[in-house]
């Protein structure tokens, strides 16, 4: 079933299928600037382009790039400088949300966190089978 919304980039209506977030009319425009950004990416000499490069020659929005680079429309692999930024930090990545970094400083976080929570189970543990023997009843 269809849902009405507004087009985040021209603010008319459309129905929200699941398949697009803009508009008919948006998207077609999205298309053609994909082409354009393809075909100056695709000469040997520009796959290195860096994405201020190509906003700058093509006029296409940085949000928009990153969103091609999100969905695996243009592939890192075959053009290095691209990626999207990471959810945390804002540093690009070219896979998943967060950047290396973060994935790892998350993970280290967790480790110790569970080695905490362990540690304090392993305490718990020992103190319930302490028992007071020489305290003398008044």
Do not use: S
């Not at 849902?3 to 699941?18: A, V």
């Amino acid at each position: 079933m269809a849902e009405l919304r507004n087009c985040p980039t021209c603010g008319d209506f459309f129905n929200y299928t699941g398949v697009r977030d803009v508009c008919a009319k948006c998207a077609a425009n999205e298309e053609k600037l994909y082409e354009e950004v393809y075909r100056f990416l695709r000469r040997r000499e520009n796959r290195a382009a860096t994405i201020e490069r190509i906003v700058e020659v093509t006029g296409v929005t940085e949000t928009l790039l990153h969103k091609w680079v999100r969905k695996g429309r243009l592939q890192p692999a075959l053009f290095p400088n691209l990626g999207y930024p990471c959810d945390n930090c804002g540093k690009l990545t070219t896979k998943g949300k967060l950047c290396d970094r973060c994935t790892a400083d998350i993970k280290n976080e967790l480790r110790t966190f569970e080695a905490a929570k362990e540690f304090r189970e392993n305490v718990e543990a020992q103190n319930r089978g302490t028992y007071l023997a020489d305290r003398k009843p008044k």
